[in-house]
T-cell receptor
Framework: AQTVTQSQPEMSVQEAETVTLSCTYDTSESDYYLFWYKQPPSRQMILVIRQEAYKQQNATENRFSVNFQKAAKSFSLKISDSQLGDAAMYFCAYIAEYGNKLVFGAGTILRVKS | GAVVSQHPSWVICKSGTSVKIECRSLDFQATTMFWYRQFPKQSLMLMATSNEGSKATYEQGVEKDKFLINHASLTLSTLTVTSAHPEDSSFYIC?????????????????FGPGTRLLVL
């Protein structure tokens, strides 16, 4: 069965600095998708970034980028120039190609200090 | 694009009553929608997968007679909590997966509604 592990229950970062959130996963599939979702205090789940496993190039979205290491089954999220609005719970998630179910990690609470 | 709405956002009801939560994909069609439950500071727990025109698939341990799901159209799924009790109080979130490819080719991506907070007294 596929599993997603986020080993950091909480992280803190100073405003304007960079923080990296860790995520590892376990799967026997070769084709799959990985996601980072953000859940702010409003509890609305927001898609931050998406990575297709067949793509070697790491996905980027403005200040958000990932370090995707397929062999190591690692998918970390880097947030550059952190802003107060980045404070949220971040979930790493996996889905197999043609799969139906998103598998979520336990989440990492990110606190941003001014 | 890819907006999902949920209604109501907040509901308080008496024990024993039924509550219906609607999930709508506003700007795309979704043959598959998903219902999750989330406790504070915890991850999302998948309750069931809702397929348009067919019966929902429930996860192990989820009572299908307690949580009735109907996916009547390509843009609407409903979750009815029947004979609600205080232990059903929770945050319920739906998500929808676009049918076919969106303009961005975002296959397999799920888009989430804003959630519904249910409090059963």
């Amino acid at each position: 069965a596929q599993t997603v592990t986020q080993s950091q229950p909480e992280m803190s970062v100073q405003e304007a600095e960079t923080v990296t959130l860790s995520c590892t996963y376990d799967t026997s599939e070769s084709d799959y998708y990985l996601f980072w979702y953000k859940q702010p205090p409003s509890r609305q789940m927001i898609l931050v970034i998406r990575q297709e496993a067949y793509k070697q190039q790491n996905a980027t979205e403005n200040r958000f980028s990932v370090n995707f290491q397929k062999a190591a089954k690692s998918f970390s999220l880097k947030i550059s120039d952190s802003q107060l609005g980045d404070a949220a719970m971040y979930f790493c998630a996996y889905i197999a190609e043609y799969g139906n179910k998103l598998v979520f990690g336990a989440g990492t609470i990110l606190r941003v200090k001014s | 694009g890819a907006v999902v709405s949920q209604h109501p956002s907040w509901v308080i009801c008496k024990s024993g009553t039924s509550v219906k939560i609607e999930c709508r994909s506003l700007d795309f069609q979704a043959t598959t929608m998903f219902w999750y439950r989330q406790f504070p500071k915890q991850s999302l727990m998948l309750m069931a997968t809702s397929n348009e025109g067919s019966k929902a698939t429930y996860e192990q341990g989820v009572e299908k007679d307690k949580f009735l799901i109907n996916h009547a159209s390509l843009t609407l799924s409903t979750l009815t909590v029947t004979s609600a009790h205080p232990e059903d109080s929770s945050f319920y979130i739906c998500s929808a997966r676009p049918w076919g490819l969106t303009s961005g080719g975002e296959v397999e991506t799920q888009y989430f509604g804003p959630g519904t907070r249910l409090l059963v007294l």
